[in-house]
């Protein structure tokens, strides 16, 4: 009922930037949090960054002043400016978007993942 796609994963050297896109579609009413999660092989998925429907963010402190997340509601577009990378950073990323299909019905839902490898 909802899709998710991601773009925008890709290899950089350490100190370079990327930024991820992730847009929903489908049967959505309204969509309250987006945000995005990372994992490593053999680790559990953490979230990196959140940002509510009034624009309120949060980060994981390791990525604080370097990643910004945002959001383009009209699009039901979120994004992840990552700059600063790390070789820590690399992981599998993926989007999660949670809102109402209905009045009575929630969702939350992750995208299928955009590898970033930060290497020289």
């Known amino acids: 009922q909802v899709q998710l796609v991601e773009s925008g994963g890709g290899m950089v050297q350490p100190g370079g930037s990327l930024r991820l896109a992730c847009t929903a579609s489908?049967?959505?009413?309204?969509?309250?949090?987006m945000g995005w999660g990372r994992q490593v092989p053999g680790k559990q998925r953490e979230l990196v960054a959140l940002?509510?429907?009034?624009?309120?963010?949060n980060y994981v402190d390791s990525v604080k002043g370097r990643f910004t997340i945002s959001r383009d509601t009209a699009k039901n577009t979120v994004y992840l400016q990552m700059n600063s990378l790390k070789r820590e950073d690399t992981a599998v990323y993926y989007c999660?978007?949670?809102?109402?299909?209905?009045?009575?019905?929630?969702?939350?839902?992750w995208g299928q993942g955009t590898q970033v490898t930060v290497s020289s």
């Open positions: 999660n978007v949670r809102g109402r299909l209905s009045s009575i019905s929630k969702f939350e839902s």
């Open positions: 489908g049967s959505i009413l309204s969509i309250e949090i």
């Open positions: 940002i509510s429907s009034g624009d309120s963010t």
